[in-house]
């Protein structure tokens, strides 16, 4: 299973199949050349792109559970059965790819993907996947859930980049003209998203004791919006200065 399993994954691009080929290599649980299963993933860990076990996902968890870090750094790790009835995508769905691998897997095994990330399981987009596929990298990866909240409550978010967009708008994605209302600001500037953002003040109904803020009684604060989700769009510049007789 884990051969040809492998063989598929490296051949995606060769058999019109829009999933690039993969660099694969295989290592055995068992047998000949048996490589052992904790020293494999923290090997694998820090040197791949993506794990797949072939076995019980229980294992699997109980090799990666070391090494887990955060959304933005780790891997994607899919396991499929033994028996290449099921693939299933157990980290690093979005950002890492998993759940793409374990859609690829499944087609190359005849297998069934079993995706369980909310917005994928309710049609929901997906910003954090959305980034990935176009290149961006994401500043502050701990918005993702308020943005990926919002949509799968039913709410709207606002999109701001510096960059030209093209295309429908997904559903529950509004184009913003002003930065500083937007949730998700693309750029290729990430320092300066960081500090360019004075949102104006939200409501929040919490009401303030006299003189204890130097308001008067009954006023409500003031809280600071969230800080936007941001992406940043891949971009160097690379300089050369020239100084006569140097």
């Known amino acids: 299973m884990a051969e040809r399993t492998a063989r598929a994954l490296s051949d995606c691009a060769q058999t019109g199949e829009d999933d690039p080929g993969w660099n694969v290599s295989v290592s055995r649980g068992f047998g000949e050349g048996k490589a052992d299963l904790r020293a494999w993933t923290a090997l694998a860990w820090e040197a791949s792109d993506a794990l797949l076990f072939v076995g019980a996902a229980g294992i699997a968890v109980r090799a990666i559970a070391p090494h887990v870090a955060s959304k933005a750094k780790d891997p994607a790790v899919v396991v499929i059965d033994e028996a290449g009835r099921f693939a299933v995508p157990l980290l690093s769905g979005h950002l890492g790819g998993a759940n793409e691998l374990a859609q690829t897997v499944a087609r190359a095994a005849g297998a069934i993907p079993v995706i369980t990330t909310a917005t994928d399981v309710r049609g929901v987009w997906a910003v954090d996947t959305w980034a990935r ?3 961006l ?3 502050n990866p701990e918005a993702i859930k308020r943005v990926s909240a919002r949509l799968l409550s039913g709410g709207r978010v606002a999109l701001y ?4 967009i093209s295309g429908q708008p997904p559903e529950g994605v509004d184009i913003a003209s002003d930065r500083a209302r937007a949730d998700i600001v693309v750029s290729p500037f990430a320092g300066a998203n ?3 953002f004075v949102r104006a003040a939200e409501t929040t109904g919490e009401v303030v ?6 308001k008067p009684a009954c006023v409500r604060a003031q809280a600071p919006a969230p800080e ?3 992406l940043v769009v891949p971009c160097i510049v690379a300089g050369i200065g020239c100084r006569r007789g140097a």
């Open 137 to 139: 990298a994401v500043s």
């Open 161 to 164: 980049s510096d960059m030209p």
């Open 209 to 214: 004791p006299d003189g204890e803020t130097g």
């Open 228 to 230: 936007p989700l941001r």
């Open 194 to 196: 960081a500090g360019a």
């Open 133 to 135: 596929c176009e290149g």
